[in-house]
């Protein structure tokens, strides 16, 4: 009473006030009493304690009676009881600290009734001097500790942790406790727990031995289908080699008598001659032996017959052998051939392997053999479809291992930036080429004076100014003259090469137009895509485009399928090719991911298969028909760049940014060869500016080994492909 007398003169409270807080302090005290009194197993000591704290005599501590030897359970450490507490759906939140929102931790009472954990409300009136619940004025001096609630919390979480602990928990805590266990009742415990322990380790190596069973059987069933497999595959091949083997053997049988015919036509040829030159000697002699029997031409000039003869003779054998030494040159340069492909075999042989089996399994069950238009497959009696394919494959990708520069064009300066060829293509009829980039220019030159004549610049026949650098030419594959392109400014524009002027202008783009394309099928048709995300049908005969798709990235390349004017394929900067079907433009046919960076370029090898370019430094292969990936072409680099993109039905080439071009089989992963622009010149430039010089555009000449190139120093190239 001396302290609350004390507290009350320091505070200048009235004796009212603190019976006042007392009762308060009684009440919270009582309401939390009757919680726990609902969620405790022995309420008893619940009224026990509240009748110890109503005959308390110091008001700071309540009075309990102290325990001399304190529970184990009640040593349950705190961590232990907020999460067994905290497990039970009926927590009631007056057992939570306003603050952490956590079981309340060493529990404190504050002078307005609150109880919070130590720590927080310490480190609260650090910071501000109220009290977090009721904002009431607080200070460290008005902090009780709340040792009951403490209890109480201890006894209920041990409560709650023995409800929810397993009986191996519950019989570790009596032992703890001292609960007294015989040595017989230790015995038959320790036999149970060993039979349990052998048990356990029974069922657990069952189990291993059922997950290493399953394991095995499934390894098993892997291999014996890898085996059903490759045994397949070597029934194939056997079947093939037999096949090949029997057609080798015709030939040879071929080729043997055909050599007989052409020995027996020589041998007739040379003995004819030899029989009259043997009968004009024989009647020479005659006559000349009867010319001396009656004193006519000297004996003399019968000897140097003979020695005419001899000379004859030999010079006939020399003549032979020429021929053989002419057939072994040849043979050897054949073998040197054979050698050189066998070589491009090995190099690739494991992309020939998976084409051929590829081939070979998709084709296996065909009974007859389709005649193909391609005249490289030589289509045989008894040869499998996949077998002939495969030898379309292996011949045209055997038959090249170079590029070979046939002429070169050259624009102007080669170090003016502005020479940049951004785009290179043929005509209908392949006599004509036109090139535009960055110069504002479209130059058209004659491919026969460019391969004939030697010239160091070679003049265009036809040059046509823009207003605007150019990004795209198209030539109209059904009207000669005319040729489309689309440039910085988004306009699309249809020219006449023979008058040089614009006949249709389309200004509907609000952005650079980056490509620009003429239907095969319905030549009045064209197609363009720009920057400002939006592909545009035009028609020739009307001055407003026909069709309009709203796309929601930035277009970067379009294409009309070359069978069919309603299909078209777009490139953008979404890493996608989205492949219309004009008629019905709501959403796209199909749509082929598998680009990392934006499509730069699409191109049709046939109806089916289209290519595509990327600023990922790859190629890919689609089947538009199947919706199906078919190959992705490594080898050149393109991160940046447009370095161009040309196809014909065998062969796909681009270009590199280490100004390069490369050339690819359409069935073979790899290139087949590459070739480095590169002169003295160009050397020195590279050296100058760092080697950013890049391949820009390339064309192949339709189906012909023949391609043109160009580069970002305006350099125009023919290549060639060769043996």
Same mark, same amino acid.
């Given at each position: 009473?001396?302290?609350?007398?004390?507290?009350?003169?320091?505070?200048?409270?009235?004796?009212?006030? +603190?019976?006042?807080?007392?009762?308060?302090?009684?009440?919270?005290?009582?309401?939390?009493?009757?919680?726990?009194?609902?969620?405790?197993?022995?309420?008893?000591?619940?009224?026990?304690?509240?009748?110890?704290?109503?005959?308390?005599?110091?008001?700071?501590?309540?009075?309990?009676?102290?325990?001399?030897?304190?529970?184990?359970?009640?040593?349950?450490?705190?961590?232990?009881?907020?999460?067994?507490?905290?497990?039970?759906?009926?927590?009631?939140?007056?057992?939570?600290?306003?603050?952490?929102?956590?079981?309340?931790?060493?529990?404190?009472?504050?002078?307005?009734?609150?109880? =919070?954990?130590?720590?927080?409300?310490?480190?609260?009136?650090?910071?501000?001097?109220?009290?977090?619940?009721?904002?009431?004025?607080?200070?460290?001096?008005?902090?009780?500790?709340?040792?009951?609630?403490?209890?109480?919390?201890?006894?209920?979480?041990?409560?709650?942790?023995?409800?929810?602990?397993?009986?191996?928990?519950?019989?570790?805590?009596?032992?703890?406790?001292?609960?007294?266990?015989?040595?017989?009742?230790?015995?038959?415990?320790?036999?149970?727990?060993?039979?349990?322990?052998?048990?356990?380790?029974?069922?657990?190596?069952?189990?291993?031995?059922?997950?290493?069973?399953?394991?095995?059987?499934?390894?098993?069933?892997?291999?014996?289908?890898?085996?059903?497999?490759?045994?397949?595959?070597?029934?194939?091949?056997?079947?093939?080699?037999?096949?090949?083997?029997?057609?080798?053997?015709?030939?040879?049988?071929?080729?043997?008598?055909?050599?007989?015919?052409?020995?027996?036509?020589?041998?007739?040829?040379?003995?004819?001659?030899?029989?009259?030159?043997?009968?004009?000697?024989?009647?020479?002699?005659?006559?000349?032996?009867?010319?001396?029997?009656?004193?006519?031409?000297?004996?003399?000039?019968?000897?140097?017959?003979?020695?005419?003869?001899?000379?004859?003779?030999?010079?006939?054998?020399?003549?032979?052998?020429?021929?053989?030494?002419?057939?072994?040159?040849?043979?050897?340069?054949?073998?040197?051939?054979?050698?050189?492909?066998?070589?491009?075999?090995?190099?690739?042989?494991?992309?020939?392997?998976?084409? /051929?089996?590829?081939?070979?399994?998709?084709?296996?069950?065909?009974?007859?053999?389709?005649?193909?238009?391609?005249?490289?497959?030589?289509?045989?009696?008894?040869?499998?479809?996949?077998?002939?394919?495969?030898?379309?494959? +292996?011949?045209?990708?055997?038959?090249?291992?170079?590029?070979?520069?046939?002429?070169?064009?050259?624009?102007?300066?080669?170090?003016?930036?502005?020479?940049?060829?951004?785009?290179?293509?043929?005509?209908?009829?392949?006599?004509?080429?036109?090139?535009?980039?960055?110069?504002?220019?479209?130059?058209? =030159?004659?491919?026969?004076?460019?391969?004939?004549? +030697?010239?160091?610049?070679?003049?265009?026949?036809?040059?046509?100014?823009?207003?605007?650098?150019?990004?795209?030419?198209?030539?109209?594959?059904?009207?000669?003259?005319?040729?489309?392109?689309?440039?910085?400014?988004?306009?699309?524009?249809?020219?006449?090469?023979?008058?040089?002027?614009?006949?249709?202008? /389309?200004?509907?783009?609000?952005?650079?137009?980056?490509?620009?394309?003429?239907?095969?099928?319905?030549?009045?048709?064209?197609?363009?895509?720009?920057?400002?995300?939006?592909?545009?049908?035009?028609?020739?005969?009307?001055?407003?485009?026909?069709?309009?798709?709203?796309?929601?990235?930035?277009?970067?390349?379009?294409?009309?399928?070359?069978?069919?004017?309603?299909?078209?394929?777009?490139?953008?900067?979404?890493?996608?090719?989205?492949?219309?079907?004009?008629?019905?433009?709501?959403?796209?046919?199909?749509?082929?991911?598998?680009?990392?960076?934006?499509?730069? /370029?699409?191109?049709?090898?046939?109806?089916?298969?289209?290519?595509?370019?990327?600023?990922?430094?790859?190629?890919?292969?689609?089947?538009?028909?199947?919706?199906?990936?078919?190959?992705? =072409?490594?080898?050149?680099?393109?991160?940046?760049?447009?370095?161009?993109?040309?196809?014909?039905?065998?062969?796909?080439?681009?270009?590199?940014?280490?100004?390069?071009? /490369?050339?690819?089989?359409?069935?073979?992963?790899?290139?087949?060869?590459?070739?480095?622009?590169?002169?003295?010149?160009?050397?020195?430039?590279?050296?100058?500016?760092?080697?950013?010089?890049?391949?820009?555009?390339?064309?192949?000449?339709?189906?012909?080994?023949?391609?043109?190139?160009?580069?970002?120093?305006?350099?125009?190239?023919?290549?060639? +492909?060769?043996?």
């Amino acid at each position: 009473m001396a302290w609350s007398v004390f507290t009350l003169r320091k505070e200048n409270r009235s004796f009212g006030s +603190l019976s006042l807080f007392l009762s308060k302090f009684y009440f919270i005290l009582s309401r939390n009493f009757v919680y726990l009194s609902l969620h405790t197993s022995n309420p008893k000591t619940v009224t026990k304690n509240i009748e110890e704290f109503s005959t308390g005599t110091d008001p700071r501590v309540p009075a309990v009676k102290p325990d001399s030897k304190p529970s184990s359970l009640e040593e349950v450490p705190l961590e232990a009881a907020s999460a067994a507490v905290s497990e039970d759906a009926e927590v009631d939140k007056d057992l939570l600290c306003p603050i952490c929102m956590q079981i309340i931790k060493d529990a404190f009472l504050t002078s307005c009734g609150h109880s =919070f954990c130590y720590m927080c409300i310490i480190t609260h009136l650090r910071n501000k001097s109220d009290c977090p619940c009721c904002s009431q004025f607080l200070t460290n001096n008005q902090l009780f500790p709340n040792i009951l609630l403490d209890k109480l919390l201890k006894k209920t979480s041990a409560r709650q942790i023995s409800k929810t602990a397993s009986p191996v928990e519950q019989f570790r805590q009596a032992l703890q406790q001292g609960y007294e266990v015989t040595i017989k009742e230790l015995d038959n415990l320790l036999s149970l727990l060993a039979e349990k322990k052998r048990k356990m380790e029974q069922e657990e190596a069952e189990r291993n031995m059922q997950i290493l069973l399953d394991f095995l059987q499934c390894l098993r069933k892997q291999k014996v289908d890898e085996l059903n497999e490759i045994q397949t595959d070597l029934q194939f091949i056997k079947e093939d080699i037999n096949s090949v083997e029997r057609h080798r053997v015709d030939l040879y049988r071929a080729r043997d008598r055909y050599s007989v015919k052409l020995r027996m036509l020589g041998d007739d040829s040379s003995t004819r001659k030899p029989w009259s030159s043997s009968m004009d000697k024989n009647n020479s002699g005659i006559v000349s032996s009867s010319l001396n029997i009656r004193g006519g031409m000297p004996a003399g000039n019968l000897q140097n017959k003979k020695i005419d003869g001899k000379t004859q003779l030999s010079g006939h054998v020399s003549q032979r052998k020429d021929a053989l030494s002419g057939a072994d040159s040849q043979g050897f340069n054949q073998s040197g051939l054979s050698v050189a492909r066998k070589k491009r075999i090995h190099a690739q042989f494991n992309d020939l392997q998976e084409c /051929y089996l590829q081939k070979r399994r998709q084709l296996a069950n065909q009974l007859h053999i389709k005649q193909e238009s391609d005249k490289n497959v030589i289509h045989r009696e008894g040869y499998n479809a996949g077998l002939a394919d495969f030898q379309s494959v +292996l011949s045209t990708f055997t038959q090249y291992s170079r590029l070979r520069v046939i002429a070169e064009v050259r624009l102007g300066d080669l170090f003016h930036s502005a020479n940049i060829v951004s785009s290179i293509e043929f005509d209908r009829d392949d006599e004509l080429f036109a090139t535009a980039g960055v110069s504002r220019r479209i130059k058209v =030159f004659d491919l026969s004076m460019v391969l004939n004549e +030697l010239a160091d610049v070679h003049c265009p026949v036809v040059e046509m100014s823009t207003r605007s650098k150019l990004s795209c030419l198209s030539w109209n594959k059904h009207w000669k003259n005319h040729i489309a392109s689309s440039d910085y400014e988004g306009i699309v524009t249809v020219w006449d090469v023979t008058t040089r002027q614009s006949l249709m202008e /389309y200004e509907e783009h609000e952005k650079r137009a980056w490509s620009v394309d003429f239907s095969r099928t319905d030549p009045s048709m064209l197609v363009s895509g720009s920057d400002d995300c939006k592909v545009k049908v035009w028609c020739t005969k009307q001055e407003a485009s026909v069709i309009n798709i709203d796309m929601k990235a930035n277009i970067c390349c379009v294409k009309y399928n070359p069978g069919s004017s309603n299909f078209i394929a777009v490139g953008s900067a979404d890493h996608h090719i989205h492949y219309y079907d004009l008629r019905n433009i709501s959403s796209p046919l199909h749509v082929f991911s598998g680009h990392k960076k934006a499509v730069s /370029y699409v191109k049709f090898l046939s109806e089916n298969e289209l290519a595509s370019a990327s600023t990922d430094s790859t190629l890919r292969l689609w089947d538009v028909k199947e919706n199906l990936p078919l190959r992705t =072409f490594k080898g050149h680099t393109n991160e940046k760049n447009f370095v161009g993109l040309t196809v014909n039905s065998e062969y796909i080439a681009c270009g590199s940014e280490t100004n390069e071009v /490369y050339v690819y089989h359409k069935e073979i992963s790899k290139p087949v060869t590459w070739h480095r622009f590169g002169s003295q010149e160009m050397e020195d430039a590279d050296e100058d500016g760092g080697g950013s010089h890049f391949i820009s555009a390339v064309c192949w000449k339709s189906d012909s080994p023949t391609m043109l190139t160009a580069n970002s120093q305006g350099t125009i190239k023919v290549l060639v +492909l060769a043996a």
